[in-house]
């Protein structure tokens, strides 16, 4: 420990490659989760319409092993070298020359990149550990919900707990604080929601994203969530601009709130304090 405080660049490069390796698993997961959700889903309706589930294959985060979706061959260790694989592949299976989807890089790369800025915000601390578990979680919830639209509650729950446990000891805030704020996150979305159905009689917001700011009311507090709102906001905006911009019935298409929550909050929890004092100073108050 005393020598990677002595050497912090040794301890930002163990971080970054471990953040590779874990953005490798990240795939794993944003491909199989929402299929594993599916298939519980569908066993869940056979179960109330009395009927027979499928028989399906073994299929969850370890089983089958990675092969290519388009003609099943396994992939090989050396096959799966974060980012250096991708590029020696020239983004093609080995196999059946079949593009490999840029999402794998991506997410390889924003695990690392992110995992480092958390590790040179906090350096070595318990503040660091914990906030590379939600960077990591939030890349996944990102993902998916651009995909699939959905927030899968198995990780949304258990991030608003960790929140809560980790602000136990005043990690990030104070533990009222965090209880407040997981209730205010969550009302806040849900009342926004509700109006919005009560006017426009559709949805027009997921529990998910009401789940997703509780979390962040639960690790920052409830001071920091107009600043993750506003935030959230503009760039929901500045996106439904420019697919508004791009095709005329863009607002036909639900466009995913999570991934702005989740930069949005990713940001507070970095820097946060600092927009915070930095708006104070800059109007006065």
């Known amino acids: 420990?005393?020598?990677?405080?002595?050497?912090?660049?040794?301890?930002?490069?163990i971080v970054g490659l471990l953040g590779l390796a874990i953005g490798s698993f990240l795939n794993v997961v944003i491909y199989r989760l929402p299929i594993m959700m599916k298939r519980e889903w569908e066993d869940e309706c056979a179960e109330y319409l009395g009927t027979k589930p499928k028989e399906r294959?073994?299929?969850n985060l370890s089983t089958p092993n990675s092969h290519c979706p388009n003609c099943k061959k396994p992939v090989r260790i050396w096959h799966n070298i974060p980012l250096i694989s991708y590029l020696f592949l020239l983004g093609r299976c080995p196999h059946c020359k079949n593009p490999i989807p840029l999402r794998y890089p991506i997410v390889e790369f924003i695990s690392a990149i992110t995992a480092v800025i958390?590790?040179?915000?906090?350096?070595?601390?318990?503040?660091?550990?914990?906030l590379l578990v939600l960077t990591w979680a939030l890349i996944v919830l990102s993902f998916i919900d651009f995909e699939h639209m959905?927030?899968?509650?198995?990780?949304?729950?258990?991030?608003?707990?960790?929140?809560?446990?980790v602000n136990i000891f005043g990690t990030f805030t104070t533990l009222q604080s965090a209880v407040i704020g997981a209730i205010t996150g969550y009302l806040f979305l849900w009342i926004i929601a509700?109006?919005?159905?009560?006017?426009?009689?559709?949805?027009?917001?997921?529990y998910g994203d009401f789940k997703l700011l509780a979390v962040f009311g639960a690790w920052l507090g409830?001071?920091?969530?107009p600043l993750v709102i506003c935030a959230a906001s503009v760039m929901g905006l500045i996106v439904g601009i420019?697919?508004?911009?791009?095709?005329?019935?863009?607002?036909?298409?639900?466009?995913?709130?999570?991934?702005?929550?989740?930069?949005?909050?990713?940001?507070?929890m970095l820097w946060g304090h600092t927009i915070f004092n930095?708006?104070?100073?800059?109007?006065?108050?």
């Open 222 to 225: 409830w001071q920091m969530l």
């Open 150 to 165: 959905i927030l899968p509650d198995n990780i949304t729950v258990s991030l608003l707990w960790l929140g809560l446990i």
């Open 57 to 59: 294959t073994k299929f």
């Open 118 to 130: 958390v590790a040179n915000h906090f350096g070595i601390t318990s503040q660091t550990l914990a």
């Open 1 to 13: 420990m005393y020598y990677l405080q002595t050497h912090f660049t040794y301890f930002l490069t």
């Open 242 to 268: 420019i697919y508004l911009l791009a095709k005329k019935n863009s607002l036909k298409k639900p466009i995913p709130f999570g991934p702005y929550i989740a930069i949005a909050g990713w940001i507070a």
């Open 194 to 206: 509700w109006l919005f159905r009560m006017i426009r009689g559709i949805e027009g917001m997921g």
């Open 278 to 285: 930095w708006y104070l100073a800059l109007t006065g108050i």
